[in-house]
């Protein structure tokens, strides 16, 4: 059974441990830290005791925006991803979010894939949005009706 309890602090060094598993360009510690401080929703996905995926999201106005989503490397692919998306969904339409925006980097055509497949269109690019290897590189803009 899968549940999705919301992150708090004590959760921070298993969430960012996983993060750098995840990611090139991991958030830290503090990123998550901050945007538990901030007031963002965050949640872990549970299958027992065992943390299989994890999200932040911040709410403006009617607005949802998705800052990161992600599942442990060795469990992408069984669906997950899309189950606790529809959690966000389900606790954003519930606080009257009309839409759900997220950045993504072009390269990610496994995001970016992921996210067409649920219902998000590219609707822009923002410049120089991300950290890369050389320089900075652009992100695409994507969005959804909730
Ligand atoms: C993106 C992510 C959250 C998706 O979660 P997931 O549990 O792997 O995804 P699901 O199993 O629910 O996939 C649902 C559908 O999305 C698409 N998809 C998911 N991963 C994909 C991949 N690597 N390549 C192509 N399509 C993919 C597929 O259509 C898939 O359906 P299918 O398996 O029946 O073909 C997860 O793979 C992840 O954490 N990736 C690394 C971090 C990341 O890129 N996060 C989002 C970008 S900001």
Do not use: C, K
Not at 10 to 24: F, P
């Amino acid at each position: 059974m899968v549940r999705y309890p919301e992150m708090t602090d004590a959760d921070l060094d298993a969430v960012a441990a996983a993060e750098s598993r995840i990611y090139a360009f991991p958030w830290t510690r503090g990123n998550f830290a901050d945007s538990l401080a901030a007031g963002h929703g965050a949640w872990l996905a549970r299958e027992g005791e065992r943390m299989t995926g994890y999200a932040v999201m911040m709410r403006v106005v009617d607005e949802v925006h998705l800052l990161n989503i992600s599942v442990l490397p060795e469990l992408q692919r069984g669906g997950r991803g899309s189950a606790l998306l529809d959690h966000l969904v389900a606790w954003a339409r519930m606080h009257g979010a009309t839409r759900m925006l997220l950045e993504v980097r072009p390269g990610n055509l496994a995001g970016r894939g992921f996210y067409r497949r649920q219902g998000f269109a590219e609707i822009g690019r923002r410049r120089d949005y991300y950290p890369a290897h050389e320089g900075r590189e652009d992100a695409i803009v994507m969005a959804r009706g909730l």
